[in-house]
């Protein structure tokens, strides 16, 4: 005897078994239809208590099937509307149209004079020696024979790390000659590029933290004059070969004796003359022989070593070279600013 229950479950199979599905909506109505938490089979489990006892069983089983049935009429329209869709991308696909444009990074003019610097030193034989930036005192100062009460130690000077006296952010990169003469036996010729930090007040001139590249040469027999001809060499590759330099007397605890160089800038416009203070000289580093105290504190012995030292700031140059007014620029990282610098390398 047929049950009038069970036409109503053979009615929503054959539904369910015909439903057309032509579209990604059509195929989410019927989700919700069949599969979602209020689909129209549920309710007819109601039924379940008018249906006579020796029927409950195939009830059961019909109700089971109409899920079935509805899972894999969703899955089969899933699978091949999701092909259709992605031939249908594929066909669309225009290969003759031009790639969309890409946002090549540049080089921070910082990075592109200290590159060029350590370009010029390596070619002449000097390693690039890196070092770290939180420094211990007696690399920073100690070793390098800035007494105790030198003012460059003062508070207002050097950023001290918290609760330490000998930790300390470095004040130059000279620190990096006193880890390689205590780490390496002579001959030494190194640069060392670095960032260094000082406690001073943030202008358009200056900033608490800014760029050294370091030079160091310990041999046998090196003279001053060795140093006079290096920076010259030095100087007419990073300003041209009829570049003209001069010495001028100075003073570095690290060093004996000690100079500044001077590159002739020129004194033709007004600006030239308020970069170089109206003399035509720009300072461009400070240098010297190796103080045989240093050597001493590095273990090198100052009867049988001699060395020079050479210590130049970066941003001044870039500043200089991109015709930069104000060197908090270089700090801020505005991509406006950042993408000028087209760079090779
Ligand atoms: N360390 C010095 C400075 O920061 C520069 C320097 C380096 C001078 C090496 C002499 C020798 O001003």
Excluded at 16 to 24: E, F, R, Y
Excluded at 116 to 123: L, M, P, T, Y
Excluded at 196 to 216: P, W
Aim: negative net charge; contains cysteine; glycine residues 4%.
């Amino acid at each position: 005897m047929s049950n009038p229950i069970f036409d109503k479950t053979d009615q929503m199979l054959a539904a369910i078994k015909s439903a057309s599905i032509t579209s990604l909506e059509e195929l989410e109505t019927f989700r919700i239809k069949y599969l979602g938490s209020k689909n129209i089979i549920k309710p007819l489990f109601a039924e379940m208590r008018n249906v006579a006892n020796e029927d409950k069983k195939e009830f059961g089983q019909r109700m089971n099937a109409l899920k079935v049935a509805a899972e894999e009429v969703f899955h089969t329209n899933k699978s091949t509307l999701s092909q259709a869709a992605s031939k249908a991308s594929y066909d669309q696909l225009d290969l003759t149209a031009p790639p969309a444009s890409q946002n090549i990074g540049s080089r921070h003019p910082v990075s592109l004079v200290m590159n060029r610097i350590i370009n010029i030193f390596e070619k002449i034989g000097f390693a690039v020696e890196e070092e770290r930036e939180i420094e211990d005192d007696w690399h920073n100062f100690t070793a390098m024979n800035t007494p105790e009460d030198h003012p460059a130690r003062d508070m207002q000077d050097t950023f001290y790390l918290k609760n330490s006296v000998t930790n300390l952010l470095r004040t130059h990169t000279s620190s990096v000659q006193a880890r390689v003469m205590t780490s390496t036996k002579p001959p030494i010729r190194i640069i060392a590029p670095g960032r260094v930090y000082r406690n001073e007040t943030i202008s358009a001139r200056s900033h608490c933290q800014f760029h050294q590249v370091e030079g160091l040469y310990v041999d046998k027999n090196v003279s001053f004059a060795d140093m006079k001809q290096t920076l010259l060499y030095f100087a007419r590759e990073m300003y041209g070969p009829d570049t003209k330099i001069r010495l001028r007397p100075s003073y570095f605890p690290f060093t004996e004796p000690s100079a500044e160089m001077d590159v002739y800038w020129g004194l033709e416009s007004e600006a030239d003359y308020r970069i170089t203070k109206g003399t035509g000289w720009l300072e461009i580093l400070g240098c010297g022989m190796v103080d045989p105290n240093v050597l001493k504190n590095c273990n090198i012995d100052p009867e049988e070593y001699t060395g020079f030292a050479f210590g130049m700031g970066i941003e001044r140059q870039a500043m200089l070279q991109y015709k930069i007014e104000d060197i908090r620029l270089l700090f801020e990282n505005d991509v406006r600013f950042l993408k000028q610098f087209n760079s090779a390398y």
